[in-house]
């Protein structure tokens, strides 16, 4: 299982990568895993400023659909349009051309609360 040493992640199997202020957000390796062959992503939130851990869209396999939550508060600022056409791409490249979102976020002080790639590594076994 790929888990990136210099991303973020959270106990929904999020990764996020911080920039600047922008963070960019997708599903784990491990997530993807455990969904199996994504169909579809949904994303109905840009544009929107959302609280952390609010729903900011779906993510619908074969056998299930997941609710994604935001792991930072902030203004969802872009959707990674390629995966309308291409979902497989959260299967094949989660940490690459599989990312969801990205979130402009207010609370830097956020970001110490999510786990590093240690952390996250213990949580999944």
Same mark, same amino acid.
């Given at each position: ?64 659909? %997941? @609710? ?8 969802? +600022?872009? =959707?990674? !349009?390629?995966? #309308?056409? *291409?979902?497989? &791409?959260?299967? %094949? @490249? ?8 990205? +979130?402009? =976020?207010? !609370?830097?002080? #956020?970001? *110490?609360?999510? &786990? ?10």
């Amino acid at each position: 299982m790929n888990i990136p040493q210099e991303l973020k992640y959270t106990k929904d199997h999020e990764w996020i990568k911080i920039e600047g202020d922008v963070a960019t957000v997708g599903i784990t390796d491990f997530a993807q895993g455990e969904l199996g062959d994504i169909v579809y992503v949904e994303v109905e939130t840009v544009d929107e400023t959302l609280d952390r851990e609010e729903v900011f869209g779906t993510v619908e396999a074969v056998k299930t659909v %997941s @609710d994604l939550f935001l792991p930072l508060t902030g203004e969802i +600022i872009e =959707f990674n !349009e390629t995966l #309308e056409d *291409e979902p497989e &791409l959260v299967n %094949s @490249d989660p940490y690459g051309k599989g990312w969801m979102v990205k +979130i402009k =976020f207010s !609370e830097a002080s #956020e970001v *110490e609360d999510l &786990l590093d790639a240690a952390a996250y590594k213990e949580l999944v076994g």
